[in-house]
């Protein structure tokens, strides 16, 4: 079956860096779109960053564009946030998602803190 294990979720400091990983596995990963959401607290889910399986169209929020980075790795089966120039207003909990047959399949979550 389907699985997304997000990591590398930490506290991380107004203007720092961190990178999340989402390890997946159970379906065709390399020629499968995959996204990353995010739900700050108290609030909806939000699109992050999506990539398609080759990585050639690649999708921003306005609320990430030239911070965050999103990335794959087809042979290991993992896509990557590389989220730079943190806000406190990045802090939320990070979720993987693709689809697969149609069906959305999320991980577990991951969370974000961004404090001094």
């Known amino acids: 079956q389907v699985q997304l294990v997000e990591s590398g979720g930490d506290l991380g400091q107004p203007g720092g860096s961190l990178r999340l990983s989402c390890a997946a596995s159970g379906f065709p990963f390399s020629i499968s779109v995959m996204s990353w959401y995010r739900q700050p607290p108290g609030k909806e889910r939000e699109m992050v960053a999506t990539?398609?399986?080759?990585?050639?169209?690649?999708n921003y929020a306005d609320s990430v564009k030239g911070r965050f980075t999103i990335s794959r790795d087809n042979a290991k089966k993992t896509a990557y946030l590389q989220m730079n120039n943190l806000k406190p207003e990045d802090t939320a909990v990070y979720y993987c998602r693709t689809t697969r047959l149609g069906v959305p399949h999320w991980g577990q979550g991951t969370q974000v803190t961004v404090s001094s």
């Open positions: 990539i398609t399986g080759t990585g050639s169209v690649i």
